[in-house]
């Protein structure tokens, strides 16, 4: 079956501008969780949705950055008045389930988008 | 507050050694362990999961092995091929969370 898909691959925007990022989820997986990959930061959490709902949204760094996700399925991470800082690989996960055995916890991820602010 | 550290950060190592990776982790309250695989330029592929009652699981040439109580995780590949050079990141999912907590990362260069 296809694995977690994410558009675009690459985004170069310009400082300032508002970008969209979105996230295809493994069919069937309820748990969706968006993580940032920076040089100078490593691999972070940003926020986890469970379902439609996001009772994890503690990594977002700022109020520039949402997420919403609709019908349990897609998800887009937005990112308002981008800045140079938020340049950096988006990644997306999935799985099965947040609850109940850990191994429905397993996170599969998509390829990433790049974003470059200039 | 969850910190996991991976030692060594980088290895480079002959084609057809046996090598030890290792991932600890400063609370040992976790849910479970992932090891994963990345690529230069790509997603995160993933390799192994241990579930905090388990001790180790094996997929092929790889074993990953947990010790909850001490912290410590290993992750074992064996008969090692140009094929397995890679990032391989390491990353718990703390108790009452969902979200991963991810290691820098070992990076491995298998030279033929």
């Known amino acids: 079956g296809a694995g977690v898909s994410q558009s675009p691959s690459n985004k170069v925007t310009e400082k300032g501008k508002d970008v969209e990022l979105r996230c295809d989820p493994i069919s069937g997986h309820t748990a969706l969780y968006w993580y940032r990959q920076s040089l100078g930061q490593g691999l972070e959490f940003l926020i986890y949705?469970?379902?439609?709902?996001?009772?994890?949204k503690s990594g977002l760094p700022s109020d520039r950055f949402s997420a919403e996700r609709t019908g349990g399925s897609v998800s887009t991470l937005t990112i308002q008045r981008t800045q140079q800082e938020d340049s950096a690989v988006y990644l997306c996960?999935?799985?099965?389930?947040?609850?109940?055995?850990?191994?429905?916890?397993?996170?599969?991820f998509g390829p990433g988008t790049r974003l470059t602010v200039l | 507050k969850q910190e996991v550290t991976q030692i060594p950060a980088a290895l480079s190592v002959p084609e057809g050694e046996n090598l030890v990776l290792n991932c600890s982790f400063t609370d040992s309250a976790i849910y479970n362990l992932q090891w994963f695989r990345q690529d230069p330029g790509k997603g995160l592929t993933s390799l192994l999961l241990?579930?905090?009652?388990?001790r180790e699981q094996t997929s092929g040439r790889l074993n990953a092995s947990l010790d909850k109580s001490s912290g410590r995780s290993t992750l074992y590949i064996a008969a090692s091929q140009p094929g397995d050079s890679a990032t391989y990141l390491c990353?718990?999912?703390?108790?009452?969370?969902?979200?991963?907590?991810f290691g820098a990362g070992t990076r491995l260069a298998v030279h033929p």
């Open positions: 996960a999935s799985s099965r389930g947040a609850s109940g055995s850990p191994s429905y916890n397993e996170q599969f």
């Open positions: 241990i579930q905090s009652s388990q």
């Open positions: 949705f469970q379902g439609n709902s996001a009772p994890d």
């Open positions: 990353a718990v999912v703390p108790g009452g969370y969902n979200k991963l907590i």
